[in-house]
C-alpha cells in the first residue's frame, strides 16, 4: 500500500481546512444521534455517553472537551439553516478531535436532499490489516480518503458534492442533511466495516469509553443556496462576480466589510456606510471571500478574480 492520499495539515498537498477559515459561511444548526456501543463485541459495556448532541451545532472548537462520542457505529444526521451547494471545490468539512496527526477515528459521510435517502461518498483505505490498531496507537492519513476525521483537531476533512454528481435521488444543488457513520475500526470480518471498495478499514478498536468512537466536533459549510431577495435586501450586493480586477460593495445599512484569501489570511477591511469600489487585481486568477457584518448579521461571498 503506498500512502496515496492527502498528508496532515502544514504538508504540502494536504487538504486539510482550519477551523477559522473564512472559506466557511455556516455550520450545523440540527442534529439527531443514535449512539452506539463502546465496544460493540461486548454490549454490557453500554453505549458511548460523553458529550451532549448540541456540542456538534457550532463553528469548530479544535479541542478534546466540546464534542459528541458517537460510540462504535453510531449515526449523527445533521442539519442546516440553507442547504448545501455544489460549487467548485470542497462544499462542506466535517471535524472530529483527533490529539495528533496520526491518532485517527474515521467515519462514514453520506448526504440527503429529502432526509430519507442517504447516499455515501465513495471511501478509501489503504490502511494496513495484517495487525490490528489498537485503542491508542497510530496510523497514516494518508492512507485515508473521503473518511472523515482523517486530521487532527481544529482541521475539517473536505467533502466535494460533485463526486456525487448524477446520483438518482440526489440533488447536489441543495443538500439538507449530512449523515456521519462511525467506522468500526475491528480488521475481524464478522465485526469491522468496509470501505467501498470492499477493504477493511483498520482505525483504533476496541476504544471501550464513553467517549469511544468517532468524536464529532463539527460541520462548516463552505457553499450554500444562495439569499433569498430579503435577505439580499438586508446584507447589501457584492457585484461583478467574476471580476477582472475590480468589485462593488453596496450595503443598506454601515457595515464592517472584511476580504480574505482561501487560506483566511485578511487581505482587506473596511467600514463601509453605502457604496464602496474595491481593487482586486492584485489577486488575478485566484478567488476571495468577502464577508458583511452588520450587528449580529453575516454574509460571506466567494468572487472569482479573473
Known amino acids: 500500500f503506498s500512502q496515496t492520499y492527502a498528508p496532515a495539515p502544514g504538508n504540502p498537498g494536504s487538504t486539510a481546512i482550519y477551523k477559522d477559515s473564512s472559506a466557511f459561511v455556516a455550520w450545523a444548526s440540527g442534529i439527531h444521534i443514535a449512539r452506539g ?17 448540541t456540542n456538534a451545532l457550532h463553528k469548530a472548537e479544535g479541542n478534546s472537551a466540546d464534542i459528541v462520542s458517537l460510540g462504535d457505529s453510531g449515526v449523527a444526521v445533521l442539519t442546516f439553516d440553507r442547504g448545501i451547494q455544489d460549487e467548485p471545490g470542497p462544499d462542506f468539512a466535517v471535524f472530529e478531535n483527533g490529539f ?7 467515519a462514514f459521510v453520506e448526504v440527503s436532499s429529502d432526509g430519507i435517502s442517504f447516499f455515501r461518498f465513495p471511501s478509501v483505505s489503504e490502511a494496513p490489516i495484517v495487525v490490528q490498531t489498537g485503542p491508542f496507537n497510530y496510523t497514516d492519513c494518508r492512507y485515508f480518503n473521503n473518511l472523515a476525521g482523517k486530521y487532527r483537531q481544529g482541521y475539517g476533512t473536505p467533502f466535494d458534492l460533485d463526486e456525487l454528481s448524477g446520483t438518482v435521488g440526489l440533488d447536489i ?28 478499514i483498520n482505525d483504533p ?24 431577495v430579503d435577505e439580499l435586501t438586508i446584507f447589501g450586493s457584492i457585484y461583478p462576480n467574476p471580476t477582472q480586477g475590480q468589485i462593488t460593495v453596496e450595503v443598506s445599512v454601515k457595515s464592517d466589510v472584511r476580504i480574505t484569501n482561501l487560506v483566511g489570511v485578511l487581505l482587506f477591511q473596511q467600514s463601509v456606510e453605502s457604496k464602496a469600489t474595491i481593487d482586486l487585481s ?11 457584518t452588520n450587528g449580529a448579521n453575516r454574509r460571506i461571498e466567494k468572487i472569482n478574480v479573473n
Open 37 to 53: 456501543f463502546m465496544n460493540i463485541t461486548n454490549s454490557s459495556s453500554g453505549l458511548a455517553s460523553y458529550g451532549a448532541d
Open 100 to 106: 495528533a496527526d496520526d491518532y485517527i477515528e474515521l
Open 173 to 200: 444543488s441543495n443538500v439538507t442533511h449530512v449523515k456521519i457513520i462511525d467506522v468500526i475500526g475491528s480488521i475481524t470480518p464478522s465485526i469491522g466495516t468496509q470501505d467501498s471498495q470492499g477493504t477493511i
Open 205 to 228: 478498536f476496541p476504544t471501550e469509553f464513553d467517549s469511544g468512537g468517532f468524536d464529532l466536533d463539527a460541520v462548516g459549510v463552505i457553499h450554500q443556496e444562495p439569499l433569498s
Open 282 to 292: 492584485a489577486y488575478a486568477s485566484s478567488c476571495v471571500f468577502v464577508e458583511i
